[in-house]
């Protein structure tokens, strides 16, 4: 079993939809949650990250995080084309300390279609 | 903004060859490491370094090595480059710290290996 899992897509959304992105996770004592973008043929950079349960919202950007089931989403409203990029979820585990040591998904591509 | 700068984009090398990929930030962080991104396989840590001259082995680390002589510099060493080593490779940075932080990609080095 994956240790953080994401749906590969593409999900494809029109333009002015919202987005969810969706990831679980298999360490429960994770604490602390990434999603990181990434345009093809660069390097991923971060949107948001989160570490309590509930959401967290900035921008258009919402991410939420339910730790009794495991799994982390991100929200994207009013998609936009420039939107389109793969999404990765980063989860640091709880044997990981304070040394980062996240633990990616394998990401989903986003297509936003005008 | 934090500034993670991988000296090499783009390498081609011969089977057997020794391949150094260089990684400097200007950020004073404690933390770096060393990811390779495949297709499919999203980011799999190699080697992290929390310290000068300290390093410790990721998921990955077979074929590979690393050395941290200055705080701001993290190299990875292939001894002998083969050509299943062919890939993209990510360097990070992140401040140690009792949460989590966000981890700080350059901009990545596209290694092939013929």
């Known amino acids: ?114 | 903004d934090v500034k993670v700068t991988q000296s090499s984009r783009y390498l081609v090398k011969r089977t057997g060859e020794k391949v150094f990929l260089e990684c400097v930030q200007d950020m004073d962080h404690e933390n770096m490491f060393w990811y390779r991104q495949d297709p499919g396989l999203g980011l799999r840590l190699i080697y992290f370094s929390y310290d000068v001259k300290m390093k410790e082995k990721g998921d990955i680390p077979e074929g590979y090595s690393v050395s941290r002589e200055k705080k701001e510099r993290f190299s990875l060493i292939l001894e002998s480059a083969s050509t299943n080593q062919t890939s993209m490779y990510l360097c990070a940075s992140s401040l140690l710290t009792d949460s989590g932080n966000t981890i700080y990609f350059g901009e990545g080095s596209w290694l092939t290996v013929v």
Request: glycine content about 8%.
């Open chain 1, 1 to 114: 079993q994956k240790e953080v899992e994401q749906n590969s897509g593409p999900l494809s959304v029109p333009e002015g939809a919202i987005a969810s992105l969706n990831c679980t996770y298999s360490d429960r004592g994770s604490q602390s949650f990434f999603w990181y973008r990434q345009y093809s043929g660069k390097s991923p950079e971060l949107i948001m990250f989160i570490y309590s349960n509930g959401d967290k919202e900035d921008g258009r950007f919402t991410a939420q995080l339910n730790k009794a089931s495991q799994y982390v989403s991100l929200l994207i409203r009013d998609s936009q084309p420039s939107d389109s990029a793969t999404y990765l979820c980063a989860v640091a585990p709880s044997f990981s300390g304070g040394y980062n040591k996240l633990i990616f998904g394998a990401g989903t591509r986003l297509a936003v279609h005008p």
